[in-house]
């Protein structure tokens, strides 16, 4: 991604350190570094504690989140990424699921503070119990919850709520698929399904930030 693009969203690149403006106030929501500058406040995205920082770092070409950006996030946790997602989407809506009722405790916290937070307390392989919460039509669907069956999950919610040309991010951790299948056979299978619902824009290894772990940028047909 040029670093003219990603400062137009809102994000500074600084050799292998990445930054997000943050219109919410300085407080950290994790042990993020932050300071401020005569564009406003920053807060250090930490690759080796979201994946997406991660892929920017890694030289990921699409980022399909801009000010007005409606996203579905499945598998929020406390908010790390999604905190980071909001700095940047600031007129959007991320509806983060999570079903760990101790995580989006935290992230409940987090939506006090930022209005265009939403979270919903579920199981993210049952997304009919929240179609009554998440609009259809989202821009994008950003998965990471490490399951057996995510690439399942995540075409359950692309039917139900993703438009058609959206974007999907899919961060999966092969040992969650299959601990004994070595992890390229376990990509293959995954490619396999997901190109049946997808176009596969973009796959790349996560290393050395995140072991194990690859992330897939897809578009629905
Ligand atoms: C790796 S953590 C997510 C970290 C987070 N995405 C971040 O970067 O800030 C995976 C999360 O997925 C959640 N999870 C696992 N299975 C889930 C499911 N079926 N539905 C919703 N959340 C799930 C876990 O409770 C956990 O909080």
Not at 186 to 214: C, G, M, N, T, W
Request: glycine fraction near 6%; charged fraction near 30%; include cysteine.
């Amino acid at each position: 991604m040029k670093k003219n693009t990603l400062q137009e969203k809102g994000l500074k690149l600084e050799g292998k350190r990445v930054f997000t403006r943050c219109p919410w106030g300085d407080a950290p929501i994790y042990d993020e570094r932050i300071f401020a500058d005569s564009d406003g406040v920053w807060r250090e995205w930490n690759p080796y504690r979201s994946k997406l920082a991660a892929y920017i770092l890694k030289g990921g070409e699409h980022f399909p989140f801009s000010r007005s950006t409606t996203l579905l996030y499945l598998g929020v946790a406390q908010g790390t990424t999604a905190s980071h997602i909001s700095d940047i989407c600031t007129e959007g809506r991320i509806y983060g699921v999570e079903i760990s009722p101790e995580a989006i405790r935290k992230f409940l916290k987090l939506a006090e503070r930022r209005e265009n937070l939403y979270p919903v307390l579920a199981d993210a392989s049952r997304p009919e119990l929240y179609a009554d919460i998440v609009p259809p039509g989202v821009d994008v669907i950003y998965q990471d919850i490490a399951q057996r069956t995510q690439v399942e999950i995540l075409i359950k919610n692309a039917e139900l709520f993703l438009k058609r040309g959206g974007y999907a991010f899919l961060m999966l951790k092969a040992r969650s698929v299959d601990v004994a299948a070595p992890p390229d056979k376990i990509y293959a299978d995954v490619r396999r399904k997901l190109v049946e619902v997808f176009e596969v824009l973009q796959e790349r290894s996560l290393k050395p930030y995140q072991k194990d772990h690859r992330v897939f940028v897809l578009r629905y047909r």
